[in-house]
């Protein structure tokens, strides 16, 4: 899936074209859909924004960490739900209690192999989670589109929009083991952002024509004019 999805070479488009393209997708596994997709992200942006005025690169990042769910519409390949949305966790090493429906995991041949069925797996304590493999999903295709086409995001950034997903590890402290100093640090900013994202959104609708200058203006700041995909 990063070998393929790595080529970016489905769709140009901007960012905020990607967040209003995100509005035909239906995530089975969020528990808001009464609004639009672009609504959630506003709502998470906005509640961030009041709270945190100072970090604007905070307030982009909730704007811009679920578009990967574009992988669900046809001109990405209409992956199936369960291969975009949903919890992620680490291959090549033990399947941790806290992953969901991990009773599932009996049935998969990785949890009899020796080589990864062991705590630490294949890695090694400390290594960074940037040398984990994670399960694939639209966490990882936004930041791959985000790094591969030159943002400015701070690290913590890329690293809500690669993690956020990864339930058992912010959620449960799993997987700790792995983590080098840098992980750390960064973990602390997703567990703010976290308070923010799921089952947290405000009944308020969100004047969308009203917030989008400030966010364009995010998103020339740290962003190309236009994206690959």
Same mark, same amino acid.
């Given at each position: 899936m990063r070998e393929e999805y790595g080529k970016l070479n489905r769709v140009e488009m901007s960012i905020w074209e990607c967040c209003e393209l995100l509005n035909e997708v239906v995530d089975d596994s969020d528990p808001d859909l009464d609004e639009p997709q672009i609504e959630h992200l &506003?709502?998470?942006?906005?509640? @961030?924004?009041?709270?945190? #005025?100072?970090?604007?690169w905070?307030?982009?990042t909730a704007l811009i960490h679920d578009?990967?769910?574009? &992988?669900? &519409? #046809?001109?990405?390949g209409?992956?199936?739900q369960w291969a975009v949305v949903g919890d992620t966790h680490p291959l090549g090493c033990a399947f941790d209690e806290s992953i969901v429906h991990h009773k599932?995991?009996?049935?998969?041949?990785?949890?009899y192999n020796h080589e990864f069925n062991s705590?630490?797996? @294949?890695?090694?304590?400390?290594?960074?989670?940037d040398n984990v493999m994670i399960s694939w999903g639209h966490d990882d295709y936004m930041y791959l589109v985000a790094k591969e086409n030159g943002t400015t995001l701070p690290q913590a950034g890329l690293f809500i929009v690669r993690y956020h997903s990864f339930y058992p590890l912010h959620r449960c402290g799993a997987y700790k083991q792995f983590m080098n100093k840098e992980d750390k640090e960064n973990l602390k900013w997703l567990h703010i952002f976290n308070k923010y994202d799921l089952y947290s959104k405000s009944k308020v609708r969100v004047d969308v024509e009203k917030v989008k200058p400030y966010y364009l203006s995010l998103i020339e700041k740290y962003f190309p004019a236009k994206l690959r995909w």
């Open positions: &506003l709502q998470t942006a906005e509640a @961030i924004r009041k709270d945190y #005025p100072d970090e604007d905070l307030h982009l578009l990967g769910k574009v &992988l669900l &519409l #046809p001109v990405f209409e992956l199936p599932y995991f009996k049935e998969n041949p990785d949890t705590k630490n797996g @294949i890695y090694s304590e400390g290594c960074g989670l």
